[in-house]
C-alpha cells in the first residue's frame, strides 16, 4: 500500500519566517514527489515536485528535500508571506503511475 | 478551455436524490480523474479515465457511483440515492498523457455536494 502521511494538521508561522511542511510515506516504489497548494473553494494547483533520483528542488521561495532513509519530505517556503496560508498537500506518483497519492494536508497560516 | 471546468459549483440535494456532476477539461489532455475531498480528508480517488475508457474504477466507493466519458472530452460522474455520507467536494483533473514525468495533474475548483 502506497501511503503518504502528513502528520501535521496545521502549522502557523509568522511572515518572513521559514515555514517547514513535512510528509513521510512508505514503499519505496515511486518516481516522483508532488506538492499541491489549496485555496478554499479552489482546486489544488501544482506548486513543485521531486524525482527519486534527487534530493533537492528548489523554485524561488520554494524547496523540496527528500530524504530516501528516512521516508521523508519536506517542503520549506522561505520568506513566508501571508498569501502562502493553504491547505499544502503532499502526492506521491509520476512516471509509470498514472494516479496521484494524497496526505490529507496541512493548513498553513502565515501570520502578518 | 484554458483550465478544467467542473459544474454545479454547489449542489444540494435531499437523502435518495440521484445527482449528476459534470467535468470538461482542459483541451486535448487524453487523461481525466475524479477524486473527493471530505470534511478533514484528503483527496481520495475514485475513478482514471484515459479517453473513454476507464482502466481502474477501484476508488468508487459503492455500486451507486458511475462515471463516464465521451469523445474524449467531458466527463459526468452520477451518484445514484445520494446518501449524507457522500457529501463532500468532488474535484476533476486532467493531464495531457498520464503517467509521464511527475505527472501534474490539473484540477477544477470542484463541486461542492450536500446531501440533506
Known amino acids: 500500500d502506497q501511503q503518504v502521511k502528513q502528520n501535521s494538521p496545521s502549522l502557523s508561522v509568522q511572515e518572513g519566517r521559514i515555514s517547514i511542511l513535512n510528509c513521510d510515506y512508505t514503499?519505496?516504489?515511486?518516481?516522483?514527489f508532488l506538492w499541491y497548494k489549496k485555496y478554499p473553494a479552489e482546486g489544488p494547483t501544482f506548486l513543485i515536485s521531486?524525482?527519486?533520483?534527487?534530493d533537492k528542488n528548489e523554485d524561488g521561495r520554494f524547496t523540496v528535500f527528500l530524504n530516501k532513509s528516512a521516508k521523508h519530505l519536506s517542503l520549506h517556503i522561505v520568506p513566508s508571506q501571508p498569501g502562502d496560508s493553504a491547505v499544502y498537500f503532499c502526492?506521491?506518483?509520476?512516471?509509470?503511475?498514472?494516479?496521484?497519492?494524497f496526505g490529507k494536508g496541512t493548513l498553513l497560516t502565515v501570520n502578518p | 478551455g484554458a483550465g478544467v471546468s467542473q459544474s454545479p459549483s454547489n449542489k444540494v440535494t435531499e437523502k435518495g436524490k440521484d445527482v449528476e456532476l459534470r467535468c470538461d477539461p482542459i483541451?486535448?489532455?487524453?487523461?481525466l480523474y475524479w477524486y473527493r475531498q471530505s470534511l478533514g480528508q484528503g483527496l481520495e480517488f475514485l475513478i482514471y479515465?484515459?479517453?473513454?475508457?476507464?482502466?481502474?474504477k477501484s476508488g468508487l466507493p459503492s455500486d451507486r457511483f458511475s462515471a463516464e466519458r465521451t469523445g474524449g472530452s467531458v466527463s459526468t460522474l452520477t451518484i445514484q440515492r445520494t446518501q449524507q455520507e457522500d457529501s463532500a467536494v468532488y474535484l476533476c483533473?486532467?493531464?495531457?498523457?498520464?503517467?509521464?514525468?511527475?505527472?501534474?495533474?490539473?484540477f477544477g475548483a470542484g463541486s461542492r455536494l450536500t446531501v440533506l
Open positions: 483533473a486532467s493531464t495531457l498523457v498520464a503517467g509521464t514525468g511527475a505527472n501534474v495533474l490539473t
Open positions: 514503499n519505496s516504489m515511486f518516481d516522483y
Open positions: 521531486i524525482s527519486s533520483i534527487k
Open positions: 502526492a506521491r506518483g509520476g512516471g509509470s503511475n498514472y494516479k496521484l497519492t
Open positions: 483541451s486535448g489532455h487524453t487523461a
Open positions: 479515465f484515459q479517453g473513454n475508457s476507464a482502466p481502474d
